[in-house]
């Protein structure tokens, strides 16, 4: 039995992960996946009672079209199998035609998917999660309803001696700065009494863990918080420290933002080597920053480790600078390539974005490994900097800290990778512009044993 | 015969070996050769003693019925009867409803098929999340109860010391003084005031810690310490 219930899944992976498509979320925003979880369509057990989603109003002109383009492509024989629905598919066949139809991955496991249509068959009314008949479950769900009734009305309360507070004459509370703390103080509880109000809800949790949060709302943003500090931001921290990054390239780094790297599909974990083939072309960045509000960021990309050998030591280069770029907790997606596309395009060169252009991080024959960071620094004030000015940045030489200090930045992200000599490095740095330094080669300095260690023949 | 050639015992002993002598048989009883043979695979090969205990014991039970003429050795019984059936086999075939269900058998297996461990606990996902919430849910309520709890303390607390506070502030005829008239102030409840013994005589009584702790005064009870205080002795200190 246990053979039997093994084998269809590995049947199922053994189609290509990359080509199968995954189903978009339900909102039809992009789906930012915040937990592994793949339950992001358990949604219709609770919310919708029809088990299909009905696909986004955006996406309903080009379906049409796109579904004559797929039954063209399908040959006859599997327009014969009929309709497959990944969350209604029972048998182990369909599931296979469904991969290979469709590409789609059957959703969940078969029992909860025979489950499911059997209650579509017999068109049984779904049970909303909220309202399912477990006495204690309700019983929680009453005492947890009453002390959010009561956290919002202490929000209430405290909104309102905010204003109270605001409207005051600074010389009653004590002086303006006095006022100030004791705004911030209150301003702090406030968001505090604003999380606590939903921290209990079963929904939000479930919602959350399906990615589906919505990032403009608080309690949303401090739980992808919490679970970015728990493990990711650890190994960031982790690497940051490991790597040297916070004594050779900045004074002190405290990222509050998560930004992921990626080149084309190919994601990079923090320190990653990549291959110099991938890193020719800019990565994508994704930023997902957890506090309120649109923020302008730069984008650097330095290289801490180029060898100077004349000075038996190293030096910075700056690959890549990126001004004025929009970010919020809902807009996270920096794609760089389309922002060069862009620029290309804008005729003013002030309103372009990147002031110094992408150079693939490159490193000679025999170096030791090049470590690269990508850091996303806001701009003070959400202000827009002057890309002109910061075109005269130079490459070589390039010091971060003064880079940072000079513009008013703050670092609230940073992503990390290593590179080094590989076979398609002569190639890359060829199409760059560096023909003449593809020859050269790092070759370890012959050291001369001292006389009393010199093998001599006696000793042979 | 005392002094014996040892190559001619040893001739003796090796041609003994072919004329085998029955051994005196042993008998187990019935209900531990069941239990023993019901839980042995099926195709072990007949070896032990006690494969040839049962095996016997099997040819006393079908004595009656088949009757052979020549009587195998017991060393060659299971290779000329059935090369592939075993006892356990055999047994199982012909068992009677009665051994069929023994506790005993029953608790062997189940003991030598469970794990020590039990199986992990999983929910489903909504039934984790509807664990969740009623966890969630006794959490608040722990909290809150401890809260109240608190708080209750807190509002008996400031009671009394209100309470204390009024008497202290009185005098014999039963009216209010000022501050700087009254005495008792800091640590020292005996303290006397400006209008001396006639303001707060109850307050006084009141904190009379006479009798608190038995015999020993209740000044010997304060809270044990690493370090002593900043002011090592209170020299200034009397018994009011």
Redesign the interface.
């Known amino acids: 039995m246990a053979m039997a219930s093994v084998k269809p899944s590995i049947r199922q992976f053994s189609a290509c992960l990359g080509c199968v498509r995954r189903t978009a979320s339900g909102n039809g925003a992009p789906r930012r996946l915040l937990s592994s979880s793949a ?1 992001a369509r ?1 949604e219709l ?2 919310h919708h009672p029809t088990p299909p989603p009905p696909p986004p109003p955006a996406a309903a002109t080009s379906a049409p079209m796109k579904d004559e383009a797929s039954s063209k492509r399908t040959p006859e024989y599997m327009q014969k199998w009929g309709d497959l629905d990944p969350n209604l598919v029972e048998w182990k066949r369909d599931e296979r035609r469904l991969v290979r139809r469709e590409g789609v991955q059957p959703v969940g496991s078969r029992r909860r998917r025979a489950v499911l249509r059997r209650s579509t068959m017999r068109q049984t009314e779904q049970i909303p ?1 909220e309202q ?1 008949p ?1 006495q ?2 309700q ?3 009453k ?2 309803l009453e ?1 959010r009734q009561e956290k919002l009305t202490e929000i209430e309360t405290q909104t309102l001696r905010i204003k109270n507070l605001m409207a005051q004459d600074p010389a009653v509370s004590g002086g303006a700065l006095a006022k100030e703390a004791r705004l911030r103080s209150m301003r702090n509880h406030l968001h505090g009494l604003i999380i606590l109000a939903d921290i ?1 809800d ?1 929904v939000v ?2 919602k959350f863990e399906d990615g589906q949060g919505d990032m403009n709302k608080p309690i949303y943003r401090y739980l992808a918080d919490q679970k970015w500090r728990k493990y990711k931001r650890l190994v960031l921290e982790q690497r940051i420290s490991q790597l040297n990054i916070v004594p050779d390239l900045l004074p002190a780094l405290d990222p509050i933002a998560d930004a992921d790297l990626a080149f084309g599909r190919k994601k990079v974990s923090p320190g990653e080597f990549v291959d110099s083939a991938i890193s020719e072309k800019m990565p994508r960045l994704s930023v997902q920053t957890f506090e309120q509000g649109e923020k302008l960021v730069t984008v650097v990309v330095v290289d801490a480790d180029v060898p100077v050998p004349d000075k038996d030591s190293f030096t910075y280069r700056c690959h890549f600078i990126a001004s004025n770029v929009p970010i919020s907790p809902s807009q996270t997606s920096i794609p760089l390539q389309r922002i060069d596309q862009e620029d290309k395009k804008t005729e003013n060169e002030a309103a372009r974005k990147i002031a110094v252009p992408w150079l693939p991080p490159w490193a000679h024959k025999g170096a030791p490994y090049h470590r690269l960071a990508v850091f996303v620094l806001e701009q003070s004030e959400a202000k827009a900097l002057d890309v002109l000015d910061i075109k005269k940045t130079k490459r070589n030489s390039f010091i971060l800290r003064s880079f940072v200090d000079s513009h008013k930045l703050k670092p609230i992200g940073v992503a990390l990778f290593r590179t080094k000599w590989d076979e398609s490095m002569a190639g890359v740095m060829e199409r760059a512009g560096l023909k003449d330094q593809v020859d050269v080669e790092f070759k370890r300095k012959r050291v001369e044993p001292l006389p009393y260690k010199r093998r001599t023949e006696r000793m042979r | 015969m005392t002094r014996r050639n040892p190559r001619t015992t040893a001739k003796s002993q090796a041609l003994q070996l072919p004329t085998h002598q029955p051994k005196p048989q042993l008998t187990p009883p019935t209900s531990l050769k069941m239990n023993l043979s019901s839980i042995r695979p099926a195709f072990r090969p007949v070896t032990s003693r006690i494969a040839q205990l049962s095996n016997n014991a099997l040819q006393r039970s079908f004595a009656p019925t088949t009757r052979r003429t020549i009587r195998p050795t017991p060393a060659t019984t299971t290779t000329t009867r059935s090369p592939f059936s075993t006892t356990a086999r055999l047994l199982k075939r012909n068992r009677s409803a009665k051994n069929a269900t023994d506790p005993r058998i029953t608790a062997i297996r189940y003991h030598l098929t469970h794990p020590l461990t039990p199986r992990p606990l999983h929910f489903s996902r909504t039934r984790a999340l509807r664990h969740w919430t009623i966890h969630r849910a006794w959490l608040l309520f722990l909290r809150k109860r401890r809260r109240a709890e608190e708080l209750e303390l807190e509002r008996q607390y400031n009671s009394m010391r209100a309470a204390c506070e009024h008497l202290r502030l009185l005098d014999n005829n039963g009216n209010r003084v000022s501050e700087a008239e009254a005495g008792g102030q800091g640590p020292d409840a005996g303290r006397l005031g400006v209008r001396g013994r006639e303001v707060g005589r109850l307050y006084r009584a009141a904190m009379l810690k006479r009798g608190v702790w038995g015999s020993v005064p209740v000044e010997y009870a304060r809270v044990q310490t690493d370090f002593p205080g900043r002011e090592g002795w209170n020299h200034a200190w009397t018994r009011s």
Do not use: V
Request: overall charge neutral.
């Open positions: 339950a358990e057990q609770t999660f399912l477990y204690c479950f019983e929680a769900r005492f947890l002390d209990n079963p949790k479930k």
